[in-house]
């Protein structure tokens, strides 16, 4: 049986944060609310030092490459429905 994974990659600009601190907590509570809704591998990848600015990861496997894509587009419809943050751009690649 083919095994497919999928990666979402996601810029974020979060203009409320005023601290690294504030910054790293939105970033937890998005992560695990991702994780927890959508049963997906999570984690920051690019400017951790940057207090606006975020790149998350994420990354899921199936069985079936239509069943990845759409998990991975209700992940990032989700992060468009955020209040707090912006997405810049994203990109699915499914391998």
């Not at 203009?15 to 920051?44: D, G």
């Not at 079936?64 to 699915?92: G, H, M």
Request: glycine fraction near 2%; aromatic fraction near 8%; hydrophobic fraction near 40%.
């Amino acid at each position: 049986m083919p095994s497919y994974t999928g990666l979402l990659t996601v810029e974020l600009y979060i203009p409320a944060v005023q601290s690294l601190k504030e910054k790293r907590k939105l970033i937890k509570s998005l992560l695990t609310r991702l994780r927890n809704k959508y049963n997906v591998s999570l984690a920051e990848t690019d400017y951790n030092d940057k207090w606006q600015r975020s790149i998350i990861s994420v990354v899921a496997v199936s069985n079936s490459p239509t069943a990845l894509n759409s998990q991975l587009d209700k992940v990032i419809n989700y992060c468009f429905r955020e209040k707090e943050i912006s997405v810049v751009e994203y990109s699915i690649q499914i391998i």
